[in-house]
């Protein structure tokens, strides 16, 4: 997870990203990833909404429980590995 969070953000805290991916629902912004595991903002993460990194890491570790690590598309493409 240390090399994904590498991958992803080189562990910035204050990482936002996929700002390309950006939408609109409800009134609400979402598609952004923040922190340092880039967690994307979708409905019903709402409170992953957090450059805090204990938030951070408590949604990465929901996400992967749920999707394991095919959620982040730095293990898809191999680039994780880099940082191993």
């Known amino acids: ?3 994904i969070a590498q991958a992803e953000s080189h562990c910035r805290i204050d ?3 996929d700002t390309s991916l950006i939408y609109e629902q409800n009134g609400r912004t979402y598609g952004y990833s923040v922190s340092v595991f880039q967690v994307r903002i ?3 993460r709402e ?3 957090s450059h805090d990194l204990a938030t951070n890491v408590s949604c990465a570790y929901r996400i992967y429980k749920s999707q394991g690590l095919i959620a982040w598309s730095v293990y898809l493409n191999n680039k994780y590995k880099e940082f191993l």
């Open 1 to 3: 997870m240390v090399a």
């Open 15 to 17: 990482a936002t990203g």
């Open 42 to 44: 979708l409905p019903g």
């Open 47 to 49: 409170k992953c909404d």
